[in-house]
């Protein structure tokens, strides 16, 4: 079935360093892609996405492309900030079945970044 | 802030107990979706609704079940809790219903916690 599988984390990094969180899915058709952040304490924000094969997804300095002979969408950053410590969830989202669209999410990765 | 606001924030109860939580989703959105988040099974989508009707389902157990009313708000109710029950419930709203993706606007959050 329909599933995204992302690098298990936690993620410890220093401040500067650079970042990469993988995430393959494995879906029917041809998914929108998604990463989005969980800041402590707060729901998910939708951080980038990308909608089809080759697109670059950007944002706040996070990148990631949707790769379609691969199927990934793994996430960049060059250079993180302590801010950007958060769970960070990859995500697809496609028809279910019939006209509605559903969002699919991977279990999420933990990033700590230390000063 | 996303705009959408779920209560209580926080829930502790006992094991067969029955509760109720709630979300208002942003102004102008007819579409609410309802998560559970726990450690072991990630983001787990339950059930949509859409200006009032069910719109699509998930991995929500019998036990569960949930509505939208005409003001849009939409509680979630949980029935004959179990251990396994504790987990974040996440909600989420967005501009549509169907026909494409439509970026959701997540909730804080409900954290349930069954002893």
């Known amino acids: 079935g329909d599933s995204v599988t992302q690098m298990e984390g936690p993620v410890t990094l220093s401040e500067e360093a650079f970042l990469t969180i993988n995430c393959t899915y494995t879906?029917?058709?041809?998914?929108?892609l998604f990463w989005y952040v969980q800041y402590p304490g707060e729901g998910l924000q939708l951080l980038l996405k990308?909608?089809?094969?080759?697109d670059k997804g950007s944002n706040k300095g996070f990148e990631a492309t949707y790769r379609k002979e691969t199927t990934s969408f793994h996430l960049e950053k060059g250079s993180v900030q302590v801010s950007d410590s958060a769970v960070y969830f990859c995500?697809?989202?496609?028809?279910?079945?019939?006209?509605?669209?559903?969002?699919?999410f991977g279990k999420g990765t933990l990033l700590t970044v230390n000063p | 802030d996303s705009g959408v606001t779920q209560t209580p924030k926080h829930l502790i109860t006992a094991t067969g107990q029955r509760v109720t939580l709630r979300c208002s989703p942003r102004?102008?959105?007819?579409?609410v979706y309802w998560y559970q988040q726990s450690l072991d099974q990630g983001l787990q989508f339950l059930i949509q609704?859409?200006?009032?009707?069910?719109?699509a389902k998930g991995n929500i157990l019998e036990r569960f079940s949930a509505q939208q009313f005409p003001d849009l708000h939409s509680e979630l109710n949980l029935s004959s809790l179990e251990l396994g029950d504790s987990a974040l419930y996440f909600c989420?709203?967005?501009?549509?219903?169907?026909?494409?993706?439509?970026?959701?606007?997540f909730g804080p959050g409900t954290r349930l916690t069954v002893l």
């Open positions: 989420a709203s967005s501009v549509a219903g169907a026909g494409g993706y439509n970026e959701q606007f």
């Open positions: 879906a029917t058709g041809y998914p929108s």
């Open positions: 990308a909608t089809k094969a080759d």
């Open positions: 995500a697809f989202g496609g028809y279910s079945g019939g006209s509605n669209y559903k969002l699919t």
């Open positions: 102004s102008g959105d007819l579409s």
């Open positions: 609704y859409y200006n009032g009707e069910e719109r």
